[in-house]
């Protein structure tokens, strides 16, 4: 992975020190509530309900071990000994003091890392496929390209103050795996018929109130020019995007406001001022930012191992954890294992400062001293033999990491709600812990197969709830929490948006609005198809006379 | 004096930034003696008048456009660029693409809702004067937010006070 050279180092350090002077001078009363609302933010600071909530950007979901162990000391030391993954790949502690934030900071940089750009109107943590570098399907390593654009995007000056956030997210895989088409910025990484390496740009993607599904404005921007296309897309923004209704301001509304051809337009005449320019990426630098991200030294191993099929074979609870949390690997004789953090027992995404220390562990021990954490809030060891499976398996069941649900109706993604978060309608944890109960049999979790559960508790859509397949928003009537189904909505390759099945429920009905869900699937499935494919083709009639009844079907069509 | 930050230094200022209708005719305008920033609209609306006297410049709020300008600036020693809220970064695309595309030498300045904090955002997209509104900060604190210019020491990317990015300025070590 990438380590920093004294230059990074220095930008990190600087920003230490900034950070400390600007806390200083707002506990001094220099500064006031609202001139230092947004310097916080741009460093992941928010104030919550219960104490500040802080950030770590974690560049595409890529930690050292090194990196764990310090966030391990973070959680122990400066908060209640836990952390949450967040859907944006990065690290966030729930109970820091103010005061001590620019200390954790200063922790932070020691090992390479920092909370900038975490939040605020600015371009925020890039974000990528987590199976980077490891997976079969992939064409081109995103992870150069991310910390290219990573160091371009940091600090940068033009656009510190955006219209509103700015999300860019790079695949370079088959399949996507980084939600392209919901971010501000989606590349797809590809080759032209002439081999050479390039991008195919999509903007105007977002969740948030208005989920739009991002438009190809280019469909091969040479690596090149990639910066200065970006830069041209983001002056384009940050001229014209509205700021006068905070809910209009993303580029997503400028590009529909515009058209995708009229906002193409602007965008390449613009970039034919910065086109060619200084900011055009050289082989050098390229070459120096990959070199990175070399293969790490595996050894020649035959593609199946001999031991691990035996102890599949002999252990059932073993082999299901293998069918489900470990995935294949490109190179014979490894695997992907994903440490599941969907342990019913605790917050989806949370991790605590002892698991965290053994998850460095295991990193060390068995994956080349890396790990990544992904969007659906679990983390990933990317290169372990298949001979260490079982090892390794036995020590992350010993201490919950071993749920063996990847994938499965219980592996949910939830934003932290309203627990923890002051923008939130509704609570969303306890939501995903009593559906988590309701489904707790695994052979049950089987039958029903690969389905994605999303729930945000509110529409900011942290919890990423319109591109589930079932998907949960937490809504406020009248002061009282309520819930919002929507289903069809995927990510991927066939990204869409979930479409509302009817009124919204209270929090104890849902595990069984669920339960009748999931009964109508069974009902309808045909040939062992997917959730999400069935509910393509019959359309969401079915799911909702399964959830209202016959009669509140007829009463809404009557009164419509 | 007012104070502001020119070329990375306190100075005195005596520059009057007029806000005005452009309807009303140059001879009513009476501007005052000395260097004044007068209102786009008026600008547009009197160039003829206003062309070549001395200390004259224009000042554009965060939504208008600096492209307006394009043929004038020559006869134009100075530009303020109004930040009506220091969170509007607009006015920052503006000093960039005056600088650059355009090529303007003369004084860009920042106005209005102008903290310590954005001092080097500004720099590095090629403000050379910084005007925090009167009264905000004493002069003590402003000698002392001088500081905030140099926040950073070497930035990644190419900008207006340094045109090329991190990558082609440095031998940087794999």
Redesign the interface.
Known sequence: MYRY?P?DQ??VD??VA?FRD?TRRYLAG??TDD?FR??RLQNGLYIQRHAPMLRVAVPYGLLSSTQVRKLAHIARTHDKGYAHITTRQNVQFNWPELKVVPEILAELAQVQMHAIQTSG?CIRNITSDPFAGVAGDEYIDPRPWCEVLR??S?????????PRKFKIAVNGADQDRAVIQCHDIGLELKRNAAGEIGFRVLVGGGMGRTPIIGEEINDFVPWQHIITYNEAIL?VY??YGR?DNLYKARIKILVKALGVAEFKRQVEEEWA?GKD???T??E??V??VA??FTTPAYEALPGEDAGYASQRAANTAFAAWTRRNVLAHKVPGYAIVVLSLKNPATAPGDITAEQLDLVAEWADAYSFGEVRATHEQNLVLADVKQADLFALWEKARATGLATPTFGLLTDIICCPGGDFCALANAKSIPIANAIQARFDDLDYLYDIGDIELNISGCMNSCGHHHVGHIGILGVDKNGEEWYQVSLGGAQGNHTSIGKVIGRSFAAAEMPDVISKIIDVYRAQRQDGERFIDTVRRTGLDPFKLGVYGEAAIIERKQHA | MPKLIKNGRVIDDAAEILVLDEVQGPEALNLPDGPVFVPLAVWQAHKGALSGRAGLGVWLDSSE?VDDLEGDLDSIGAIALNFPK?????A???A?LLR??YAYTGEIRAIGDV?R??F???Q??GFDAIQPKAGKYSDA?LEEALASLK?????????IDQ??????R?Q???
Request: a positive charge; charged letters at 25%.
């Open positions: 050279d230059y220095k930008i600087e920003r900034q600007q220099e500064l001139e947004p310097l109107a160091q371009w940091t600090f940068h000056p033009e656009f510190a103050f955006l002056r940050n001229r700021r001022f320019g200084a900011n990426l050289t050098a630098e070459a120096r070199a990175h | 456009s220091f969170t509007d970064g607009r920052y695309s503006s960039a650059s595309r903290l904090d954005q080097f955002f500004m590095r997209c604190q926040d950073f020491s070497t930035p990644y990317q190419a900008a045109p090329e990015p991190l990558f082609r440095a940087r070590a794999a």
